[in-house]
């Protein structure tokens, strides 16, 4: 190696390279796979994981899809290296959403990283956990962000505002309003930092619920200058639309100028001090802003172009001025007052799209008076990068179409400079173009000038269309325009005669439609322009431009007394000319000698005639077809004419065909439309506006005034706002519950899964009223709300123990104040065990296999689950040695699985994951057999694959785990289940809802029996049938009418086979005896992910109809 | 919001690809992207913002690389334009320089970056002093290290006390041993000489620069002797405006090290340093071109390398051109740029020459625009002063120094 730092000066430049390199990952990504990936991250050290790690994001950089190591990478988040953290939580949310299975097996890592002292690992545990993405764990990472939603750090809670929107674009439609609530919260912080982000939020997920805005508005525009950069372009925004929707526009603002003329009465009713402005609106109005346009713009930012055009199609509806009750005052309006206020010192702003934003609040809501001092912090950021630049043009166009005045004093800032990239240079001429005026038009006309002998000619061209646009609009310049236009065309047909550059053609094609434009205007004093472009045709050779002139020629022919005297001439001009034309150029002679025809006098006539006969002629033998076309379609149209004679055609006007001939080729120009068709407008700085179509997700301003903002929802808002703290929490709700619980005397029955103690029993009432305790805590929280909530929020990073007061109480709650207690009686005998197919007679020849979950315990290990087989044979042969076999027993089972289920149970590895069954030697015909397996499944919801051997054939099979019996029962008391259930609250607990109606036919069938007891039993039945648990206790609400059973509550308790965890699950009964029961399931359990399966797998067949 | 960034090489390569979201977007955009902007050529490649069939994409180029943005949705175009901006800065300060071979060579920072840069298509954190403590920057040290230990990462421990403060942009509790603040008034002028050789537009764009050192949690107040002269200005986040509103004066808390604090404008200036006067005259095929280039108004200091350049047109087939004081160079993609230096003392530099233009053209009917630059050291040419810089509590050493320089910016003289 030091010998390469040898004497030349080649070898030091080498060495010095290789220097530099030194260190980096450059040999990674130069050749991520020299190396086998796979066993670096088995390794026990940290710095080879790291390296593969960083070998496989080279790989991803690379565009190679390296998902195959999924499963070694996920189970390295185990480490404590930040950095290799880091690289494998890179790697998940790459790959995460495709292979969910595995992604699952690293949800309790982040679960516990979530609980970490380091603010920096619970941020990076919830931004990873909210980003793979996966359905199943979606109320997991609710409930994670919702705590991280309340940490100390500011860090992790802006985190948490940037998972709500990963969240919602799950589409988790019963999780919409918890998110909508923590958006609230999050808003509601007081760090600048986490409301950028909740701005966000809130942008992305909520953009209509202003109710959340209503609340903290003042106190979000007071935080806006300290929000940073990214938040304040969202958050004014925000505010802006909130605004809107809650006051309306601002009467004073240039949105409504068009219509305070007509409202003048409006104003003087309101008593307003508004004359002043008024009156110098009214002197100089019609150079200021264009009026229809500044209505059009204010109409589309409230409706969408797309609506507002669609409807304006109807001439009655346009004029519909906004409602003036829709309208606000500034003077009157404290928040419009608050929002300019804030807003405006952002123009300041570094970032330039903070600058848009503030600039198109102001734009919108500001009064007319003030709305100038947007102008030239947007022209500064013209100085910013090109890419920048030409966004900020594209919206200061639409202002400057708006309101023209604004921006003329400034046209020296949209003079051209070279290093301009053409798109800028194009939006600059438009805006040149649009805000000239009287005293700025010789200046920028000398610049014109200039930039037509710029060397880029498509520029130059757009130079003189832009030339064109500016003597339409300004009456005072168009002599001068014309003679700088006449010449150059003189000059560029000059030069076009020598070489032909495709952009000088556009130049001159350009000088002759402007000049054609000017015309347009006035034609009769311009005749002789008119004339002198007839004499250049001569020298004119681009076939576009003669084609123009050739058109005027049509247009104009009757115009003043030179013309028609030359028309016999350059008509026969054009006649010999017309076999060397462009097609283009023939088309237009031939329209063209067809006008000259008719318009003919009557001396001409007979000349005309037979020239324009020539010419048909000519054209009908034409090469190009569109010119026989229209050749063919000319001369029919113009048969009557050429066939009569001069005398004739005075006499002939009634004929029909003449009429369409006159109404065809006579009819003279229409005035120029003043809109022109690019009238899209959309919010100032959206993305919309620069691609001029509506972008998925754009949204116009709200509809004035369509937010209602009660005082007394403040009230119940606060309300609700804390019982989602308390539901989000949790802790306080259950550990609460469970006191109140706990005070009541039970005599709880017990039974188990197979064998129902048969103690029944009668009610006790226990009477426990209201705790007066609660009651006191109640006013506590709602006078001193903010406080409790931060001190609560510390309490559940101090000790995760259940909070000690009763802080706040449910409603539901109160609704039961008293509870009694239940047996049911002997429902062993009605358990009837769920029994799947393995086999189905089709495809096993005959031979069906269905198997059951027994809820015995397994002889073999505790992680064995006893499988009942039942083979029936259906066909009319016996069928000999039917076996099962494990499939994978030879082959090496997925390393992943493997290591992962064996970190937590080392010792049973060596056990088989199948214990095979006695085999069958023959099923007869018809005849079946009942078998017993025991199963060892890998994984709680991958199915085991088996072998089913029969007549010497081997067919594979899935033996899929029901979630039900991979628990055992726990017996426990009440009292122990509810001293576990309060020691998992919050990440560990989770409900769902589902409806259940299996007992309605039950208890219609069984009239006698207490009504309660047989919702009780055929809940119980549901479960059991279909799960391996213990009953604990079932609750009965003491209610005042016999026929609701709101308050039914049944407790069930378990242990996963797997790990021992226990897992408690209580069901909550709403509803009344006779109709559908909504259930409620809540699940306590540390092993997450494994309880949210088994939660939905209990909502699912509590909805099933019992078989 | 932002769906994913690509990073391309100047030949269209894909060096690195970051996806933001659930909604992946396939590297296949990029290809069509480089199709479009190989058939469309510049005019596409200047267009920042794009709709392509699939997505929006959003585009800057930096030192030869583009990133490449895209998203679904509607957003604010010009917030991806500016994250993107902040992106590409901060991987030149990182890296030293930004090149498709210090992207590959540290892509690990640069996905390590990215990921704490945004989060879900949001900004999450972008504050260069805050990046700096969480991902350490590739030193000589650090590399070093990693090859004599094998092991040495990057990525720290700990949350930046940063993130919480109200002034995220500054560390807390710097320590130094000497506290220094320099403040740098760096003007650029922009100015248009139209045919006529008049003076159409002459403006000053500056940008107070600052350097700071100081222990603890200094509070700094920067006042102008002029500050009306100013026509605009945009001010770095720690600026307070209050202050500025009542009495235009900058009071902040300013971040570690090297920032930009203000950025502001100076229009309508009535001369320029240097003037700059060409001529040329064709006439059958052959044009005879020269430029002087001389000092207009000293401004007291030497002006600094001087350089011409300028685009010959497409028309000309070939150009002798010599000049009596510096060098000429032409590149194949016909710019003529002629370094001067300094002005010398006895002579006016003067470019002179001929232009064969193509043959059957007579005379030239485009003209090129002149580009000029210069640097004058030790002046302001906006006429802006500073009063005085103040620190609230003062440090038992403190060393403040003041500097000013003005270059050429966008200076066009047109012919």
Same mark, same amino acid.
């Given at each position: 190696?030091?010998?390469?730092?040898?004497?030349?000066?080649?070898?030091?430049?080498?060495?010095?390279?290789?220097?530099?390199?030194?260190?980096?990952?450059?040999?990674?990504?130069?050749?991520?796979?020299?190396?086998? =990936?796979?066993?670096?991250?088995?390794?026990?050290?940290?710095?080879?994981?790291?390296?593969?790690?960083?070998?496989?994001?080279?790989?991803?950089?690379?565009?190679?899809?390296?998902?195959?190591?999924?499963?070694?990478?996920?189970?390295?988040?185990?480490?404590?290296?930040?950095?290799?953290?880091?690289?494998?939580?890179?790697?998940?949310?790459?790959?995460?959403?495709?292979?969910?299975?595995?992604?699952?097996?690293?949800?309790?890592?982040?679960?516990?990283?979530?609980?970490?002292?380091?603010?920096?690992?619970?941020?990076?545990?919830?931004?990873?956990?909210?980003?793979?993405?996966?359905?199943?764990?979606?109320?997991?990472?609710?409930?994670?962000?919702?705590?991280?939603?309340?940490?100390?750090?500011?860090?992790?809670?802006?985190?948490?505002?940037?998972?709500?929107?990963?969240?919602?674009?799950?589409?988790?439609?019963?999780?919409?309003?918890?998110?909508?609530?923590?958006?609230?919260?999050?808003?509601?912080?007081?760090?600048?930092?986490?409301?950028?982000?909740?701005?966000?939020?809130?942008?992305?997920?909520?953009?209509?619920?202003?109710?959340?805005?209503?609340?903290?508005?003042?106190?979000?525009?007071?935080?806006?200058?300290?929000?940073?950069?990214?938040? !304040?372009?969202?958050?004014?925004?925000?505010?802006?639309?909130?605004?809107?929707?809650?006051?309306?526009?601002?009467?004073?603002?240039?949105?409504?100028?068009?219509?305070?003329?007509?409202?003048?009465?409006?104003?003087?009713?309101?008593?307003?001090?508004?004359?002043?402005?008024?009156?110098?609106?009214?002197?100089?109005?019609?150079?200021?802003?264009?009026?229809?346009?500044?209505?059009?713009?204010?109409?589309?930012?409230?409706?969408?172009?797309?609506?507002?055009?669609?409807?304006?199609?109807?001439?009655?509806?346009?004029?519909?001025?906004?409602?003036?009750?829709?309208?606000?005052?500034?003077?009157?309006?404290?928040?419009?007052?608050?929002?300019?206020?804030?807003?405006?010192?952002?123009?300041?702003?570094?970032?330039?799209?903070?600058?848009?934003?503030?600039?198109?609040? !102001?734009?919108?809501?500001?009064?007319?008076?003030?709305?100038?001092?947007?102008?030239?912090?947007?022209?500064?950021?013209?100085?910013?990068?090109?890419?920048?630049?030409?966004?900020?043009?594209?919206?200061?166009?639409?202002?400057?179409?708006?309101?023209?005045?604004?921006?003329?004093?400034?046209?020296?800032?949209?003079?051209?400079?070279?290093?301009?990239?053409?798109?800028?240079?194009?939006?600059?001429?438009?805006?040149?173009?649009?805000?000239?005026?009287?005293?700025?038009?010789?200046?920028?006309?000398?610049?014109?000038?200039?930039?037509?002998?710029?060397?880029?000619?498509?520029?130059?061209?757009?130079?003189?269309?832009?030339?064109?646009?500016?003597?339409?609009?300004?009456?005072?310049?168009?002599?001068?325009?014309?003679?700088?236009?006449?010449?150059?065309?003189?000059?560029?047909?000059?030069?076009?005669?020598?070489?032909?550059?495709?952009?000088?053609?556009?130049?001159?094609?350009?000088?002759?439609?402007?000049?054609?434009?000017?015309?347009?205007?006035?034609?009769?004093?311009?005749?002789?322009?008119?004339?002198?472009?007839?004499?250049?045709?001569?020298?004119?050779?681009?076939?576009?431009?003669?084609?123009?002139?050739?058109?005027?020629?049509?247009?104009?022919?009757?115009?003043?007394?030179?013309?028609?005297?030359?028309?016999?001439?350059?008509?026969?001009?054009?006649?010999?000319?017309?076999?060397?034309?462009?097609?283009?150029?023939?088309?237009? =002679?031939?329209?063209?000698?067809?006008?000259?025809?008719?318009?003919?006098?009557?001396?001409?006539?007979?000349?005309?005639?037979?020239?324009?006969?020539?010419?048909?002629?000519?054209?009908?033998?034409?090469?190009?077809?569109?010119?026989?076309?229209?050749?063919?379609?000319?001369?029919?149209?113009?048969?009557?004419?050429?066939?009569?004679?001069?005398?004739?055609?005075?006499?002939?006007?009634?004929?029909?065909?003449?009429?369409?001939?006159?109404?065809?080729?006579?009819?003279?120009?229409?005035?120029?439309?003043?809109?022109?068709?690019?009238?899209?407008?959309?919010?100032?700085?959206?993305?919309?506006?620069?691609?001029?179509?509506?972008?998925?997700?754009?949204?116009?301003?709200?509809?004035?005034?369509?937010?209602?903002?009660?005082?007394?929802?403040?009230?119940?808002?606060?309300?609700?706002?804390?019982?989602?703290?308390?539901?989000?929490?949790?802790?306080?709700?259950?550990?609460?519950?469970?006191?109140?619980?706990?005070?009541?005397?039970?005599?709880?029955?017990?039974?188990?899964?197979?064998?129902?103690?048969?103690?029944?029993?009668?009610?006790?009432?226990?009477?426990?009223?209201?705790?007066?305790?609660?009651?006191?805590?109640?006013?506590?929280?709602?006078?001193?709300?903010?406080?409790?909530?931060?001190?609560?929020?510390?309490?559940?990073?101090?000790?995760?123990?259940?909070?000690?007061?009763?802080?706040?109480?449910?409603?539901?709650?109160?609704?039961?104040?008293?509870?009694?207690?239940?047996?049911?009686?002997?429902?062993?005998?009605?358990?009837?065990?769920?029994?799947?197919?393995?086999?189905?007679?089709?495809?096993?020849?005959?031979?069906?296999?269905?198997?059951?979950?027994?809820?015995?315990?397994?002889?073999?290990?505790?992680?064995?689950?006893?499988?009942?087989?039942?083979?029936?044979?259906?066909?009319?042969?016996?069928?000999?040695?039917?076996?099962?076999?494990?499939?994978?027993?030879?082959?090496?089972?997925?390393?992943?699985?493997?290591?992962?289920?064996?970190?937590?149970?080392?010792?049973?590895?060596?056990?088989?994951?199948?214990?095979?069954?006695?085999?069958?030697?023959?099923?007869?015909?018809?005849?079946?057999?009942?078998?017993?397996?025991?199963?060892?499944?890998?994984?709680?919801?991958?199915?085991?694959?088996?072998?089913?051997?029969?007549?010497?054939?081997?067919?594979?099979?899935?033996?899929?785990?029901?979630?039900?019996?991979?628990?055992?029962?726990?017996?426990?008391?009440?009292?122990?289940?509810?001293?576990?259930?309060?020691?998992?609250?919050?990440?560990?607990?989770?409900?769902?809802?589902?409806?259940?109606?299996?007992?309605?036919?039950?208890?219609?069938?069984?009239?006698?029996?207490?009504?309660?007891?047989?919702?009780?039993?055929?809940?119980?039945?549901?479960?059991?049938?279909?799960?391996?648990?213990?009953?604990?206790?079932?609750?009965?609400?003491?209610?005042?009418?016999?026929?609701?059973?709101?308050?039914?509550?049944?407790?069930?308790?378990?242990?996963?086979?797997?790990?021992?965890?226990?897992?408690?699950?209580?069901?909550?009964?709403?509803?009344?005896?006779?109709?559908?029961?909504?259930?409620?399931?809540?699940?306590?359990?540390?092993?997450?992910?494994?309880?949210?399966?088994?939660?939905?797998?209990?909502?699912?067949?509590?909805?099933?109809?019992?078989? | 919001?932002?769906?994913?960034?690509?990073?391309?090489?100047?030949?269209?390569?894909?060096?690195?690809?970051?996806?933001?979201?659930?909604?992946?977007?396939?590297?296949?955009?990029?290809?069509?992207?480089?199709?479009?902007?190989?058939?469309?050529?510049?005019?596409?490649?200047?267009?920042?913002?794009?709709?392509?069939?699939?997505?929006?994409?959003?585009?800057?180029?930096?030192?030869?690389?583009?990133?490449?943005?895209?998203?679904?949705?509607?957003?604010? &175009?010009?917030?991806?334009?500016?994250?993107?901006?902040?992106?590409?800065?901060?991987?030149?300060?990182?890296?030293?320089?930004?090149?498709?071979?210090?992207?590959?060579?540290?892509?690990?920072?640069?996905?390590?970056?990215?990921?704490?840069?945004?989060?879900?298509?949001?900004?999450?954190?972008?504050?260069?002093?805050?990046?700096?403590?969480?991902?350490?920057?590739?030193?000589?040290?650090?590399?070093?290290?990693?090859?004599?230990?094998?092991?040495?990462?990057?990525?720290?421990?700990?949350? &930046?006390?940063?993130?919480?403060?109200?002034?995220?942009?500054?560390?807390?509790?710097?320590?130094?041993?000497?506290?220094?603040?320099?403040?740098?008034?760096?003007?650029?002028?922009?100015?248009?000489?139209?045919?006529?050789?008049?003076?159409?537009?002459?403006?000053?764009?500056?940008?107070?620069?600052?350097?700071?050192?100081?222990?603890?949690? &200094?509070?700094?107040?920067?006042?102008?002797?002029?500050?009306?002269?100013?026509?605009?200005?945009?001010?770095?986040?720690?600026?307070?405006?209050?202050?500025?509103?009542?009495?235009?004066?900058?009071?902040?808390?300013? &971040?570690?090290?090297?920032?930009?604090?203000?950025?502001?404008?100076?229009?309508?200036?009535?001369?320029?340093?240097?003037?700059?006067?060409?001529?040329?005259?064709?006439?059958?095929?052959?044009?005879?071109?020269?430029?002087?280039?001389?000092?207009?108004?000293?401004?007291?200091?030497?002006?600094?390398?001087?350089?011409?350049?300028?685009?010959?047109?497409?028309?000309?087939?070939?150009?002798?051109?010599?000049?009596?004081?510096?060098?000429?160079?032409?590149?194949?993609?016909?710019?003529?740029?002629?370094?001067?230096?300094?002005?010398?003392?006895?002579?006016?530099?003067?470019?002179?020459?001929?232009?064969?233009?193509?043959?059957?053209?007579?005379?030239?009917?485009?003209?090129?625009?002149?580009?000029?630059?210069?640097?004058?050291?030790?002046?302001?040419?906006?006429?802006?002063?500073?009063?005085?810089?103040?620190?609230?509590?003062?440090?038992?050493?403190?060393?403040?120094?003041?500097?000013?320089?003005?270059?050429?910016?966008?200076?066009?003289?047109?012919?």
């Amino acid at each position: 190696m030091f010998n390469q730092f040898g004497s030349t000066a080649e070898t030091l430049s080498k060495a010095s390279a290789v220097v530099n390199r030194i260190g980096t990952d450059a040999h990674l990504y130069d050749d991520p796979e020299d190396v086998n =990936i796979a066993p670096l991250l088995d390794s026990k050290f940290e710095s080879e994981k790291c390296e593969a790690l960083k070998r496989l994001l080279a790989l991803i950089a690379q565009g190679f899809d390296v998902s195959n190591f999924f499963p070694q990478v996920v189970k390295n988040v185990a480490s404590h290296s930040s950095e290799v953290k880091k690289l494998v939580y890179l790697y998940l949310l790459h790959y995460a959403e495709r292979r969910p299975n595995e992604a699952l097996l690293s949800i309790n890592y982040f679960q516990k990283d979530l609980g970490d002292p380091n603010p920096l690992v619970r941020a990076w545990a919830l931004r990873t956990m909210a980003g793979i993405r996966l359905h199943v764990i979606a109320p997991l990472a609710l409930a994670a962000v919702g705590k991280c939603a309340r940490d100390p750090a500011v860090y992790v809670r802006k985190c948490a505002a940037n998972a709500l929107p990963k969240l919602h674009d799950l589409r988790l439609e019963e999780h919409a309003p918890a998110i909508d609530e923590l958006v609230g919260i999050l808003l509601a912080d007081h760090s600048p930092g986490v409301v950028g982000a909740a701005a966000a939020a809130f942008t992305s997920i909520c953009p209509n619920n202003f109710k959340l805005i209503g609340k903290s508005y003042k106190k979000l525009c007071q935080i806006l200058p300290d929000v940073e950069e990214w938040g !304040q372009i969202l958050l004014i925004g925000t505010l802006l639309r909130y605004v809107v929707a809650r006051h309306g526009l601002v009467r004073e603002s240039l949105m409504l100028s068009s219509h305070g003329l007509d409202n003048n009465g409006f104003y003087e009713k309101d008593g307003l001090v508004i004359d002043l402005t008024l009156d110098k609106r009214d002197g100089d109005k019609s150079d200021s802003f264009d009026a229809n346009l500044v209505s059009l713009v204010s109409k589309c930012y409230i409706e969408g172009p797309d609506e507002y055009l669609s409807r304006s199609n109807c001439p009655d509806t346009v004029s519909s001025a906004f409602d003036s009750k829709e309208t606000t005052s500034i003077s009157h309006n404290e928040d419009v007052k608050i929002l300019l206020q804030c807003t405006s010192p952002l123009l300041w702003s570094n970032n330039s799209a903070v600058v848009l934003a503030a600039a198109g609040a !102001q734009w919108i809501m500001a009064p007319l008076e003030d709305v100038k001092k947007i102008v030239k912090p947007l022209l500064f950021l013209l100085r910013s990068s090109t890419a920048s630049k030409y966004v900020v043009l594209c919206n200061i166009l639409v202002f400057a179409k708006a309101a023209p005045s604004l921006f003329a004093p400034h046209f020296e800032d949209f003079f051209i400079c070279s290093s301009d990239a053409y798109q800028v240079k194009a939006h600059k001429l438009e805006m040149l173009s649009l805000i000239a005026n009287t005293s700025s038009i010789s200046s920028i006309l000398r610049e014109f000038e200039d930039y037509i002998k710029d060397p880029d000619r498509r520029f130059a061209a757009d130079t003189v269309a832009a030339i064109g646009l500016c003597a339409k609009r300004l009456s005072t310049i168009p002599t001068t325009c014309l003679d700088g236009l006449l010449a150059l065309v003189r000059q560029e047909s000059f030069a076009g005669d020598l070489e032909s550059v495709d952009g000088d053609a556009g130049v001159l094609v350009q000088a002759v439609m402007s000049i054609q434009t000017i015309i347009e205007l006035d034609p009769l004093c311009h005749e002789k322009v008119i004339i002198q472009l007839f004499r250049s045709l001569d020298s004119i050779k681009v076939a576009a431009a003669r084609a123009t002139i050739i058109w005027m020629v049509g247009v104009y022919c009757s115009l003043g007394h030179i013309i028609p005297k030359m028309l016999t001439t350059v008509t026969k001009y054009l006649a010999w000319s017309f076999k060397s034309e462009a097609s283009e150029t023939k088309l237009q =002679i031939l329209n063209t000698s067809a006008k000259v025809l008719i318009s003919a006098e009557v001396d001409d006539f007979q000349m005309l005639k037979r020239i324009v006969v020539y010419v048909l002629e000519l054209g009908e033998s034409d090469l190009s077809y569109d010119v026989r076309d229209r050749t063919r379609f000319l001369k029919k149209l113009l048969s009557c004419k050429l066939a009569e004679t001069a005398e004739d055609s005075v006499a002939s006007q009634e004929n029909i065909a003449e009429h369409v001939v006159e109404h065809v080729f006579g009819r003279k120009l229409k005035p120029f439309s003043p809109l022109t068709p690019q009238n899209r407008f959309y919010l100032p700085g959206s993305l919309s506006q620069i691609v001029l179509h509506a972008a998925p997700g754009y949204e116009p301003l709200p509809k004035p005034c369509s937010f209602v903002f009660e005082e007394h929802d403040q009230l119940s808002d606060s309300d609700r706002q804390r019982e989602a703290t308390a539901g989000l929490h949790g802790s306080q709700e259950s550990s609460e519950t469970v006191d109140e619980d706990g005070s009541s005397e039970y005599d709880s029955e017990s039974s188990n899964g197979s064998d129902f103690s048969s103690d029944v029993d009668d009610r006790t009432i226990s009477n426990d009223a209201n705790d007066p305790l609660i009651q006191i805590s109640e006013v506590a929280v709602s006078t001193d709300q903010e406080e409790l909530r931060s001190k609560r929020a510390l309490d559940m990073w101090l000790d995760e123990q259940p909070s000690t007061s009763n802080q706040s109480s449910s409603a539901l709650d109160r609704n039961q104040s008293s509870y009694a207690k239940i047996s049911i009686g002997d429902i062993g005998s009605r358990v009837k065990p769920k029994s799947y197919t393995l086999l189905d007679p089709g495809s096993g020849s005959g031979l069906k296999v269905d198997y059951t979950f027994l809820s015995e315990f397994s002889t073999v290990s505790p992680l064995h689950v006893c499988v009942e087989v039942l083979f029936e044979n259906g066909s009319t042969e016996p069928i000999l040695e039917v076996n099962l076999e494990d499939e994978e027993a030879a082959k090496v089972s997925d390393s992943a699985e493997q290591t992962l289920v064996g970190k937590a149970n080392v010792f049973h590895n060596n056990v088989p994951t199948l214990i095979p069954m006695e085999e069958i030697g023959c099923l007869e015909p018809r005849q079946s057999a009942k078998r017993l397996i025991q199963v060892r499944f890998h994984h709680h919801l991958l199915p085991m694959r088996l072998t089913l051997q029969y007549n010497g054939k081997k067919v594979p099979v899935k033996l899929r785990p029901d979630l039900g019996y991979l628990v055992k029962p726990f017996s426990m008391s009440v009292e122990e289940f509810l001293a576990t259930e309060s020691r998992l609250p919050g990440m560990f607990e989770y409900s769902r809802r589902c409806s259940f109606a299996d007992h309605i036919e039950d208890s219609r069938m069984e009239n006698g029996k207490d009504k309660f007891l047989s919702i009780c039993e055929s809940i119980t039945l549901k479960v059991l049938s279909n799960s391996n648990l213990y009953l604990v206790s079932v609750d009965l609400p003491v209610a005042n009418t016999l026929e609701v059973v709101t308050g039914l509550r049944l407790r069930f308790s378990s242990k996963i086979l797997s790990s021992e965890i226990p897992l408690l699950i209580t069901i909550t009964v709403e509803g009344k005896c006779t109709e559908v029961l909504n259930l409620t399931v809540k699940i306590n359990c540390e092993e997450t992910v494994f309880g949210l399966n088994l939660l939905n797998r209990i909502a699912n067949f509590m909805v099933e109809p019992s078989s | 919001m932002l769906q994913c960034i690509f990073l391309l090489s100047d030949s269209g390569e894909v060096m690195l690809e970051k996806q933001l979201t659930g909604h992946r977007v396939d590297r296949s955009i990029c290809a069509w992207f480089w199709d479009q902007s190989i058939s469309q050529g510049d005019s596409f490649k200047s267009l920042p913002v794009i709709a392509s069939p699939t997505h929006y994409l959003f585009q800057i180029v930096r030192d030869g690389i583009t990133f490449l943005a895209c998203s679904q949705v509607e957003m604010p &175009p010009l917030m991806a334009i500016e994250f993107l901006w902040r992106v590409a800065d901060v991987l030149s300060d990182y890296l030293g320089g930004l090149n498709e071979d210090l992207v590959k060579d540290n892509f690990i920072i640069v996905y390590e970056l990215l990921d704490e840069m945004i989060d879900n298509g949001f900004p999450l954190t972008t504050e260069p002093s805050i990046l700096r403590e969480m991902i350490a920057p590739p030193n000589l040290v650090s590399k070093m290290l990693s090859v004599v230990t094998g092991n040495a990462s990057n990525v720290s421990d700990t949350l &930046p006390s940063g993130t919480g403060s109200c002034v995220p942009w500054r560390p807390t509790d710097p320590k130094y041993s000497s506290n220094e603040v320099y403040v740098d008034l760096v003007e650029e002028m922009d100015a248009i000489v139209n045919r006529d050789a008049e003076l159409v537009k002459c403006e000053i764009y500056g940008e107070v620069q600052m350097s700071s050192q100081l222990t603890g949690f &200094p509070d700094l107040t920067l006042s102008f002797a002029n500050p009306s002269v100013l026509e605009d200005m945009r001010f770095h986040p720690c600026v307070r405006f209050r202050p500025w509103e009542s009495h235009q004066v900058l009071s902040f808390v300013p &971040p570690d090290g090297q920032f930009k604090l203000m950025s502001y404008r100076v229009k309508k200036l009535k001369n320029t340093p240097l003037y700059v006067k060409p001529q040329i005259t064709s006439d059958s095929g052959i044009c005879r071109v020269s430029v002087l280039v001389g000092i207009r108004s000293d401004p007291g200091k030497t002006i600094e390398s001087i350089t011409l350049s300028f685009q010959l047109p497409h028309c000309v087939s070939s150009a002798d051109l010599s000049s009596n004081h510096g060098t000429i160079t032409i590149l194949s993609n016909m710019t003529c740029t002629w370094t001067i230096g300094r002005i010398p003392k006895d002579k006016t530099p003067c470019l002179s020459g001929t232009l064969a233009l193509e043959t059957g053209l007579e005379r030239l009917h485009v003209f090129p625009t002149f580009k000029l630059g210069f640097k004058i050291m030790g002046i302001a040419l906006s006429g802006l002063r500073i009063e005085k810089l103040d620190l609230k509590t003062l440090p038992p050493r403190l060393y403040k120094g003041f500097r000013a320089q003005t270059r050429a910016g966008e200076f066009d003289v047109r012919l």
